[in-house]
């Protein structure tokens, strides 16, 4: 399988595992696991034809290792990312690094100066340890922002961080006042 052939199967699994698991009949649980032999059997049927080889070649080479399958190979699930309602991790809170990052687009920060981060229509909002990633992140949407979070104020005003299995750190939102714009090349303060 070459880099497209995986580009194009992530692209998949992640609607399916994050979005969409009903378009192929597919049973999530709470904890956002799927049957990996159901998920290989229902997306054949809607002309995705993949094995147990290529799901576990795609699931190693993801560059942000959204998918995590079972030791056994049995189950497998998304990471983070999910807006399905059938999903609900029961991620453990976890105290993050000082700061972290969350990169987004010029066009949104009079919305975020007024409303803060908010999830849309994921289940959190999405924060990284590492300014590049979230920097990459932005850049999807437009022109880049960086955004730098003060999670130990947050933390001692209540709010609580989760991390995912690839390391995104979640939390339910960020009021702008721990919220500061960080200078970066393309955006010099
Ligand atoms: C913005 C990638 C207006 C927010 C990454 C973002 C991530 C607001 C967009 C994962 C706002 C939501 C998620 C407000 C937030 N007003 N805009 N009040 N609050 N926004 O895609 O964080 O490659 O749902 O800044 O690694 O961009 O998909 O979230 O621009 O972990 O695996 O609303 O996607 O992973 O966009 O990206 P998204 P995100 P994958």
Known sequence: MNQKQRDTLSKFLSYI?????????????????????ALIQGARAQGHDFDLP?????????????????DDGLRIRAAQG??????????????????LY??????FMASIEAQGLIPGSRHHVHLSEDPQTALAVGKRYGQPVLLSIDTQRMREAGFAFYQADNGVWLVEQVPSI????????????
């Open 82 to 99: 999910h807006s399905t309602a059938q999903v609900q991790v029961s991620h453990l809170a976890k105290t993050p690094p000082a700061l």
């Open 178 to 189: 721990y919220l500061s714009t960080t200078a970066t090349a393309s955006n010099p303060g």
């Open 54 to 70: 290529t799901l576990r070649e795609v699931v190693e080479t993801s560059d942000k290792k959204r998918f995590t399958l079972s």
């Open 17 to 37: 595992l994050r979005h969409a698991p009903e378009s192929i009949g597919l049973p999530l649980d709470r904890d956002g696991w799927a049957d990996t032999q």
């Open 102 to 107: 969350h990169g987004t687009a010029s066009r």
